[in-house]
Every structure is written in structure tokens, then in C-alpha cells.
């Protein structure tokens, strides 16, 4: 049996972190050898000897804990929000300087969200219209989220390759918001509600038809299946990987 992978927690206090500390933790093949919270000292990641990073902190975070992790060979799966083209360019760049690491920026983890992305961006180019509503737990400091952004950047590339017109709106008057957001050309609308964790839907309108691709979160373990995929996977995958669907077999 090979070593167990030397795996540290960005954000480990945190919903999402708590959750991968009990994952990792119970994990044969992984050790968990720290847990690193606001204001903690990367460099615990050097001390611990940590192969593997997962960062599940914030937004305004994340870029740093990555490209620290980077420049010291240490392979990184993240989960957090905030990573726009820029960032994960730059990333590209760093990462083109240290060849042997491997990141995967993961939107979601849960395989049903990933799926249902991918079949959303199937359907779309099937259907007229397409707009995206997102909701999610009210302690949430982004939106929209990064499934939805990458739900309609998935949507709006297979839109292109099949020459499908943009969907039609004949608003001329509108509040601020009201039609939402904007996301490489679909509509995406955000709901935070007490109650709710991460769900999704995307609605595809056809002459008398409505197709409705819907996944629901109901709790974080749904997401722990696709972090330890993602350590198990991500150092045999040097470079970065955008989605988690780039570590799975889905056809397309
Ligand atoms: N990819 C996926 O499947 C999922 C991604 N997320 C994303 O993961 C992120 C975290 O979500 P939650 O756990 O709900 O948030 P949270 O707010 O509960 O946890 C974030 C934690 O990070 C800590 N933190 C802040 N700065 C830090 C730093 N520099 N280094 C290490 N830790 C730091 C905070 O103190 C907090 O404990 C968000 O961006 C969220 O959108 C959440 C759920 C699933
Ligand atoms: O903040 C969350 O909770 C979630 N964040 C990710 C996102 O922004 O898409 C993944 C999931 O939706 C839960």
C-alpha cells in the first residue's frame, strides 16, 4: 500500500471545511496532518509536510492559499468561489513554472450538480430559452454562485458551437436585478432562504415545452465524495483542472 496523502484544511472551521476534516479523517489512504483557520500562517503547511491542500476558505483568500501551495509543490483542491478567468490565468501562468503540481478548482463536488450541469449544457442546445435560478443558506457572501457561473459558461460554449440565437426577452423596462444577473449570456437568479443549502435549477423553454434540470444539496456530506475524488486524483493531474467533471468519465 502506497503512503497515505498528507492532507491539510484551509477554512476547517468553516461548514465546508468541518465537513472535509471529518472525510479526510476518516479516510484510510489520507492523514490529516493540519487544520488552518482566518489568520493562521501558511507556513504550517511547510512544517506539517502537507502533499495535499484542500481550500474551502473565502474568496478573498483562496488565491493566496493557492498560489502559496503552488510555489512549495503542494498539490491543491479547492472549492471556493471567486476563482473569474483572471485569476485562474494567472494561476495557469504559475502553474506552467511549477509543472509537477496539479490543482483542481471544483464549483461543486457533488457528482448530481456536476451531472446536472453537464445535462443542462447538453439540453441547451436544444432550446430556445435558458435561465438559471440558484439558491442557497442566507450566510452565503457570494452570488451568484459558482455552480451557476459555471452552469452558464458550460451552457453558453455548447450554445455557441451549435450557432444557437440568444434566448429571447423583449424587456424594455426593468427594477435593477430584476432580470438577474448576466452570466456569458444567461440569465442566472440568485435566492437565499433559511433552510436551504445549495440547489439549483435550469429552466429550458421550447415552443409548448419546459424541460427543468433540478439538484439539491441537502447536506455538506453530499460533497465529500468529490474532495477525496479530487485528493486521490489531482497529483497524477499536474497543471490546473477548471470543474470536477474533468475527473470523470461523462462522454462529452
Ligand atoms: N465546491 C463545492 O462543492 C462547495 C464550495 N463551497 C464554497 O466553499 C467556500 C466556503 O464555504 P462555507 O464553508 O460555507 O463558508 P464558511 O464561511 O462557513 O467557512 C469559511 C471558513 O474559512 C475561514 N477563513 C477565512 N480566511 C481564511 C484564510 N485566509 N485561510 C483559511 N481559512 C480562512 C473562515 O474563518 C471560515 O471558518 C465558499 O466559497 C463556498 O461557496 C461551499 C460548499 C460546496
Ligand atoms: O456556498 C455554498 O454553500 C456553496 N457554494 C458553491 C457555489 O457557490 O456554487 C457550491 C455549492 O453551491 C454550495
Not at 83 to 100: H, Q, V, Y
Not at 181 to 193: C, E, K, T
Request: negative net charge; proline residues 4%; aromatic residues 4%.
Amino acid at each position: 500500500m502506497s503512503a497515505p496523502l498528507k492532507v491539510a484544511v484551509l477554512g476547517a472551521s468553516g461548514r465546508m471545511g468541518a465537513e472535509a476534516v471529518k472525510a479526510v479523517g476518516a479516510a484510510n489512504d489520507m492523514e490529516l496532518v493540519a487544520t488552518l483557520g482566518r489568520g493562521d500562517s501558511l507556513e504550517i503547511l511547510l512544517e506539517t509536510g502537507a502533499t495535499h491542500v484542500v481550500d474551502l476558505s473565502v474568496p478573498a483568500s483562496t488565491e493566496a492559499n493557492v498560489r502559496f501551495a503552488v510555489e512549495h509543490g503542494i498539490h491543491a483542491v479547492v472549492g471556493t468561489t471567486g476563482w473569474d478567468d483572471a485569476k485562474r490565468e494567472s494561476l495557469t501562468a504559475l502553474l506552467s513554472k511549477n509543472p509537477e503540481s496539479g490543482v483542481l478548482i471544483a464549483p461543486n463536488f457533488a457528482l448530481g450538480s456536476v451531472l446536472a450541469s453537464a445535462f443542462a449544457a447538453t439540453a441547451a442546445r436544444y432550446f430556445e430559452s435558458v435561465e438559471i435560478i440558484e439558491l442557497h443558506h442566507p450566510n452565503k457572501v457570494d452570488a451568484p454562485s459558482g455552480t451557476a457561473v459555471r452552469t452558464a459558461e458550460l451552457i453558453a460554449a455548447e450554445r455557441a458551437a451549435a450557432g444557437v440565437a440568444p434566448s429571447p426577452d423583449a424587456t424594455e423596462t426593468q427594477l435593477d436585478g430584476a432580470r438577474g444577473a448576466l452570466v456569458d449570456g444567461v440569465h442566472v437568479h440568485s435566492v437565499r432562504l433559511r433552510g436551504l443549502v445549495a440547489h439549483q435549477e435550469v429552466l429550458l423553454g421550447g415552443e409548448g415545452e419546459q424541460l427543468t434540470l433540478r439538484h439539491d444539496s441537502y447536506d455538506r456530506a453530499s460533497f465529500m465524495p468529490g474532495v477525496l475524488l479530487g485528493l486521490r486524483t489531482v497529483a497524477s493531474r499536474p497543471g490546473l483542472t477548471y470543474g470536477l467533471d474533468g475527473y470523470l468519465e461523462l462522454g462529452r
